[in-house]
């Protein structure tokens, strides 16, 4: 015990709880201005039906008072805080139940979480897929135009970027979309998926909808499961080749690159999703399906490459936009702090020592400029579950921001308050990340 | 300058580099040759600014991209059998020490047997051929090199100790995986090898071994010192440069550490330059001493002759201007004015303006660098004798 104490309230571990703490205590003010604020817009949910000759004042009343807008604003307030400490974000205006057994809460109405769990994945990719390749681009043509000043490519890189970067994000995305989606027809104008191709996942059976989403976004879910889970395996394989001598570095992220992408093909042509309700099952035994050599799909099942492959070409036009958009603030901030860091001493001392230029320019000197490109990569996926309200809706890709835009405009408060409070949580979760990574990837930082 | 017990290991020919600044043109280094015999301890001494450190950077080829390589030759030296040694000079300028005698030239072809070196005498081209198995001593110019041949010599061949010995490890790796990087790189040698081999090195520079997996900033000044000693003697190079080893450290530490450098040199039997504005650092450690004016070498010789009875005004202000620990109490003179401004040297002899011995001619010409006394070379028109 006294041993638990002692690791508890040392160095690290004692920061982080401490940080915890202050979290809670920024995160109940958030939530509060963030309810307040949503609370002051005049009017509510019910405006729309003023005018309307099928409602009359009476239904009107009727609804107010289901969905408990009569009750006084404190009242409210302690009620959506009593729900959130027991998990619950509240039940939304706009959208109905579709589950079997409905929300002991929420009984008629959806809840946000549920929306939430709908919506966020679908972000995440988007978004995730965009920060990554992104500060992928940037942070290698930064670490390139610091370390080849004054080439025709600094110039190049730079002026492309910083024109696009500043350029009106709606128009430059529809202007993509103009190009690409309605004269060259290569890519799909928008949404996320094709619902022709996903009829077949209904076919196969109902799903229990106690999971509050239909089996289309199970299944879509799965599907990121194993492209996260593969991604995260890629990760591993690249933080452990970093240990490898230089020479081997770059041969063995290689092959474990290819490896990953065989798996991922055998996973997604052999694999598939078996007609089963269960999640558990599900899980369970589709686990053992996404082999190489079990290729033939057991009955009932659905083949999950070509679902895979129709969101995947639903992603291209927004992660182009996105990347070409935003590739310029990652690329000049890295070449700012990596042309500071090539001045320092050691990185002549690495020259000095005879270590091939790659070795001196990534291992040295990119590395040290690495601080802040991490600190802005943190908090560019934080704000990634928020997603782009300007992106979601050009593209109609249905996640949270296009819920967040359409829920304000339509005074859903539980659900604009929701998906606040839930990218509130995120972007703070975030911060004490970026932190502790900070202690990894410096050194000299320690939080004692 | 070479005697039969002593061969060089680098001579360095009527350098000059100059950096281009928005300013105009700084003149930093000019026409300095000198050459460093093996085992030997050689001190450059002078204000700073005046291009010591700017030499050493020209001889490793580690300068910045704003400057200019005008001229002049390094020749590195080493044995004719070293393989890579003579494949690397392979069409380039050499210099071989044979039987006393100097050949220089452009090392045309390469056999088993012998070296074809093409050679301009009286203005006429000629090609020698000299026995493999009689070159002892072959120098191949340094400048001649590209980046990638340069790369093999850079700490095997010539390592370096930098200036601010607390900024030249890296902040974020441990302090042994940064002599590893080194020892890796030019020597064939296994992970646990090259552990050991950090661990011997910590030991001879007085580190405990346990050291080697600690970060830079867990040490203190003097330990780091220690560290970039023991990396730069980590691939065992033929030359060490000790660019201002200890100014970051107090007077006792300092001492302490230049003595243990100088056990160290002596018992390995290497070649070192230590650059220093410190005249007393260099008096204890140099075996012979140049002394920089403003760009260019004023005087050059035997430490010992030239403290005593220095021939050029300027080696002797700047005696003057240091206290010596040991001997008896005297005044110091500083020396009046200021180092001249690089970009507009002052004409003739570049130390005229502050010179108190300065007469008319010095203002004119710029003075030969020639012999006054036996060993002891300056440039001055009005030598003190």
Redesign the interface.
């Known amino acids: 015990m006294a041993r638990i104490w002692q690791v508890l309230t040392s160095g690290m571990s004692k920061y982080i709880i401490v940080r915890l703490l202050q979290i809670v205590l920024v995160l109940y003010l958030y939530m509060t201005l963030v309810f307040i604020i949503l609370e002051a817009q005049p009017g509510d949910i019910t405006d729309i039906y003023v005018g309307n000759p099928k409602i009359t004042p009476e239904a009107r009343e009727a609804i107010i008072k289901q969905l408990g807008l009569d009750k006084p604003l404190h009242e409210r307030y302690l009620n959506y805080l009593k729900n959130f400490v027991t998990g619950h974000l509240g039940c939304s205006f706009k959208w109905g139940n579709i589950r079997e057994v409905p929300d002991p809460v929420c009984r008629e109405q959806r809840p946000t979480w549920d929306l939430i769990k709908e919506r966020l994945p679908r972000t995440v990719l988007l978004f995730l897929t965009y920060t990554i390749i992104s500060f992928y681009i940037g942070f290698f043509l930064g670490k390139l135009i610091a370390w080849r000043r004054g080439a025709i490519i600094e110039y190049f890189s730079t002026v492309v970027g910083v024109v696009l970067f500043t350029v009106f994000t709606p128009w430059f995305a529809l202007l993509l979309v103009w190009i690409f989606a309605v004269n060259l027809g290569i890519v799909p104008i928008g949404g996320f998926i094709n619902p022709d191709n996903w009829r077949v996942v209904e076919r196969v059976g109902t799903v229990s909808r106690d999971m509050g989403v239909s089996l289309s976004n199970v299944v879509f879910n799965y599907i990121l499961m194993w492209l996260g889970g593969l991604t995260l395996v890629w990760g591993v394989i690249y933080l452990v080749s970093q240990r490898f001598p230089y020479a081997w570095q770059r041969r063995v992220a290689r092959w474990g690159s290819v490896c990953i992408g065989l798996l991922a093909m055998g996973a997604f042509f052999g694999g598939a999703w078996p007609g089963s309700a269960d999640q558990a099952v599900i899980a369970s035994e589709t686990r053992f399906n996404f082999f190489l050599w079990q290729l033939e799909f057991p009955a009932g099942t659905i083949p999950l490459f070509p679902l895979a492959l129709d969101f995947v070409q639903h992603m291209i036009l927004p992660i182009l936009t996105l990347t070409l958009i935003s590739f310029a603030g990652t690329m000049l901030l890295m070449r700012n702090t990596m042309l500071e860091t090539m001045r320092e001493d050691y990185v002549m001392a690495a020259k000095a020592k005879g270590l091939p230029d790659q070795v001196v320019r990534d291992k040295h000197a990119a590395r040290n400029a690495l601080l802040p490109v991490v600190t802005s990569l943190i908090f560019a996926i934080a704000f990634s579950v928020d997603g782009g309200v300007f992106t979601e809706t050009i593209f109609s890709w249905p996640g949270m921001g296009k819920l967040l835009l359409e829920s304000a405009i339509e005074q859903d408060y539980p659900v604009a308050i929701g998906t606040l409070v839930f990218t509130g949580i995120f972007a703070l979760v975030a911060h004490l990340i970026a932190d502790i990574l900070y202690a990894f990837l410096d050194p000299r930082i320690r939080y004692d | 300058m070479t005697t039969s017990t002593s061969y060089p290991v680098l001579q360095v020919e009527h350098l000059t580099m100059h950096y281009t600044t928005r300013k105009g043109v700084v003149k930093a280094v000019e026409d300095v040759s000198f050459s460093l015999n093996k085992g030997e301890a050689l001190g450059l001494v002078g204000e700073s600014g005046c291009g010591k450190t700017s030499v050493a950077l020209t001889i490793?080829r580690?300068l910045p991209?704003n400057a200019q390589f005008l001229g002049g030759h390094v020749y590195f030296f080493r044995d004719g059998s070293d393989e890579a040694h003579v494949r690397r000079a392979l069409g380039k300028p050499v210099k071989i020490l044979l039987n006393g005698r100097e050949h220089q030239g452009r090392l045309l072809e390469v056999n088993r047997a012998q070296l074809v070196l093409e050679t301009q005498l009286n203005g006429r081209s000629q090609q020698i051929k000299l026995g493999r198995s009689d070159i002892t001593h072959l120098g191949v110019d340094l400048t001649a090199l590209s980046?990638e041949e340069?790369?093999?010599?850079?700490?095997?061949g010539i390592?370096?100790i930098?200036?601010?010995a607390m900024?030249?490890?890296?902040?974020?790796y441990k302090v042994g995986d940064q002599l590893i990087?080194?020892i890796?790189?030019?020597m064939p040698l296994s992970l646990p090898e090259a552990r050991e081999r950090v661990a011997q090195l910590f030991q001879l520079v007085g580190l405990d071994r346990q050291l080697m997996d600690r970060?830079p900033?867990e040490y203190s000044g003097g330990m780091k010192q220690r560290a970039v000693i023991a990396?730069a003697l980590a691939c065992d190079p033929d030359i060490i440069i000790a660019d201002e080893p200890t100014t970051a450290l107090d007077v006792i530490v300092q001492d302490k550490i230049l003595r243990e450098m100088r056990q160290i040199q002596k018992k390995l039997n290497m070649s070192m330059i230590y650059i220093s504005h410190d005249i007393a650092v260099i008096a204890e450690v140099a075996d012979r001493v140049g002394v920089m004016y403003a760009g260019s070498l004023v005087e050059f010789g035997p430490s010992e002759p030239i403290f005593k009875s220095p021939i050029h005004p300027y080696t002797k202000a700047l005696m003057s201007a240091f206290p010596s620990i040991k001997g008896e109490k005297v005044k110091l003179t500083a020396l009046p004015g200021e180092p001249p401004d690089l970009i507009k040297p002052p004409s003739g002899c570049r130390f005229h303006p502050r010179c108190p011995y300065a007469t008319e001619i010095c203002e004119r010409e710029v003075p030969q660098f020639i012999e006054h006394k036996p060993n002891q070379y300056a440039a001055c028109w009005n030598p003190l004798t």
């Open positions: 490793l580690l991209e980046d340069m790369r093999p010599i850079r700490w095997k390592s370096m930098f200036q601010a900024n030249s490890l890296n902040p974020v990087e080194a890796q790189t030019h970060y900033h990396m």
